[in-house]
């Protein structure tokens, strides 16, 4: 069968699926309120106590930040090396600011085979004090200082990426400088790029942040092929989903996790290689034990409401806030009848900016980044790197990362005053 028969044929059984689990989905949006209240037990044992296997020997540090909205997220900080170079006793060191994508948390950066592979750890041995966030809905920040907020279905996965770019950001990068009393170099992975682009046209970005690499930029998605990603936007997956009272998706949990592992323990079936593939693009250079360690704690949850933004934009082809599908409820929230775009002409002419992208990428394409590029204008201070045969999560978790990708960000964020 042709793969487009073969991506419709799996559109077709997502969607009978959805309508079958419909009380499956009815039954979780009504647990929801008690799983979020017995949350403490739920949060997974933190990567900066105990055992350090998982960080590769480095040791952090834990910090609670809350949000403007009431969202109590986890900042993890790494300020040591393991080398003599890196500790640097008494140094003030440059703050690095670490923002993962949609679908996964911090844990994202360190899923690989050695330290050198990690692009946190890295930046660690050359000097740097590193922070790594982790967005609201993700296993760490799952917590919100209301108990109203959690009593109301849904209300506490009320959120899309504009709000975290609107509060997740500036609760993060204020506790930073409020920390270190300096600005961030910003580096995200995608969704961690389309928080950022939004956020300047929120708020001052400039006065808490240096510069931003931006890895894998997704802001438009004029290009998507037909594919997985293409035809779920088009279905309207999400929002059918959303009709069923399913606030929040978890791959993971039930009924989606048995799907999941179904498909997984197909003989000959490469979960990685073939179903991760369908919404990132073949990832060239990524090893067995990479995959064996993303699959233990990726994906992550993320809002539906946050998924049907994205879907937003495939189907409408702009980098505009939440559509809330009527006029009359857009002119209460925004002041107009259709969402306002973000406006990329707010970033200032003299801010460096270091795009990353890579030519297998289904989210990052390139034709949508150089869309990305003539919005932003001419006469800017904007650097790029491009690798042909790299796909969506090459450049966090490639072998070859640490020798194609990570020294021009360094190169880089040394050559900002």
């Not at 419909?22 to 979780?28: G, I, T, V």
């Not at 480095?58 to 969202?71: A, K, L, N, S, W």
């Amino acid at each position: 069968m042709a793969v487009h028969g073969w991506l419709l044929v799996i559109s077709g059984l997502l969607i009978v699926t959805t309508n079958l689990v419909s009380s499956e989905l009815q039954k979780a949006a009504r647990h929801n309120k008690a799983a979020l209240h017995n949350n403490a037990a739920a949060v997974p044992h933190s990567i900066c106590s105990g055992d350090f296997s998982f960080t590769k020997g480095y040791r952090c540090q834990d910090y609670d930040v809350i949000t403007e909205d009431g969202y109590i997220l986890k900042l993890w900080r790494f300020r040591e090396g393991l080398t003599k170079e890196s500790q640097m006793a008494g140094k003030k060191k440059q703050p690095v600011f670490v923002q993962h994508g949609v679908l996964m948390n911090g844990q994202c950066w360190f899923l690989v085979a050695h330290a050198d592979q990690s692009l946190p750890l890295v930046l660690v041995e050359h000097g740097y004090d590193v922070w790594v966030s982790n967005s609201r809905g993700t296993s760490y920040s799952q917590r919100h200082v209301s108990s109203n907020n959690l009593s109301l279905p849904g209300s506490f996965w009320d959120f899309t990426y504009s709000e975290m770019a609107s509060y997740d950001l500036p609760a993060f990068l204020n506790f930073v400088y409020l920390e270190t009393g300096q600005k961030v170099h910003y580096i995200g992975h995608s969704q961690g790029t389309t928080m950022m682009f939004a956020a300047f046209s929120i708020w001052k970005v400039e006065e808490r942040v240096k510069s931003t690499s931006m890895i894998a930029p997704v802001v438009y998605l004029n290009h998507m092929p037909f594919g997985l990603i293409d035809v779920l936007a088009k279905a309207y997956i999400g929002e059918i989903a959303g009709t069923f009272g399913l606030a929040d998706l978890n791959i993971m949990t039930q009924p989606l996790g048995t799907i999941v592992r179904v498909l997984c323990d197909v003989p000959g079936v490469d979960c990685f290689g073939w179903i991760v593939s369908l919404f990132t693009g073949m990832n060239c250079c990524m090893n067995a034990s990479t995959v064996d360690l993303w699959f233990a704690s990726q994906p992550q949850p993320t809002s539906i409401k946050n998924l049907v933004h994205w879907a937003q934009g495939v189907r409408k082809q702009v980098f505009a806030q939440y559509d809330y599908g009527d006029a009359a409820t857009n002119l209460e929230h925004y002041g107009k009848p259709e969402p306002p775009s973000y406006n990329l002409l707010k970033i200032p002419k003299d801010f460096p900016l270091f795009l990353i992208y890579g030519g297998l990428d289904l989210l990052a394409i390139r034709k949508d980044v150089h869309i990305l590029l003539g919005k932003l204008g001419s006469n800017r201070n904007i650097r790029e790197l491009y690798i042909d045969n790299y796909a969506h999560l090459d450049f966090l978790e490639a072998v070859n990362a640490k020798d194609l990708v990570y020294p021009d960000i360094i190169n880089f964020i040394k050559g900002i005053p």
